[in-house]
């Protein structure tokens, strides 16, 4: 009898007025070498950092809020070449990180299941069932923010600021 082990995570609300349905929102600073931080990811006090959200169709999200400095508003919905690791666990799919709009390449890191192909935005499947490691690059949507850091906090200039991200999934007041 085999045995496998396997953990998924799954987050959502299941009673929310979406009809149990999930959504994404997440953020991260700019790190692309040719972003809007030019690959910077270490600040200065008084240094403004850009950062991106992305979310799933079905999300909606308030302005960002900081614990200091100010936010402002930058692109919305540009284009982001991202990369993950995927794995298929004896299966035919996998889940990427972000929501997708199209996927730009795949390298089998292994074993191939042949051509990849998404399900939908966050879903990738392959034309095979098994066991292995795709690379996958794709193309995803963003949001770009930035936060303009104050110069010094309590006095100061080695510190931390919160940036907090309110979403809602469609149907959700």
Same mark, same amino acid.
């Given at each position: ?64 809020? @900081?614990? *200091?400095?100010?936010?402002? +508003?930058?692109? &919305? #919905?540009?284009? /982001? ?7 298929? $666990? ?28 998404? @399900?939908? *935005?966050?879903?990738?499947? +392959?034309?095979? &069932? #098994?066991?292995? /490691? ?7 949507? $963003? ?31």
């Amino acid at each position: 009898m085999p045995v496998t082990a396997n953990i998924t995570v799954s987050f959502g609300d299941s009673a929310s007025a979406s009809g149990g349905a999930s959504g994404h929102l997440s953020a991260e600073v700019d790190s692309r070498p040719d972003g809007l931080n030019a690959g910077k990811t270490s600040f200065a006090p008084g240094d403004r950092a850009h950062f991106l959200v992305y979310k799933s169709s079905n999300v909606t999200y308030d302005t960002p809020v @900081a614990s *200091a400095g100010s936010i402002g +508003a930058g692109g &919305k #919905g540009i284009s /982001v070449t991202k990369e993950d690791d995927i794995q298929f $666990a004896d299966t035919d799919t996998a889940s990427l990180s972000i929501p997708a709009q199209s996927i730009v390449s795949v390298t089998w890191l292994g074993r191939s299941l042949g051509s990849l192909a998404l @399900a939908d *935005a966050n879903t990738v499947k +392959a034309s095979a &069932k #098994g066991v292995a /490691v795709a690379r996958v690059k794709y193309t995803a949507r $963003a949001d770009a923010w930035s936060i303009q850091s104050p110069a010094s906090l309590g006095g100061l200039t080695d510190f931390s600021i919160l940036v907090f991200i309110l979403g809602r999934l469609a149907g959700e007041s």
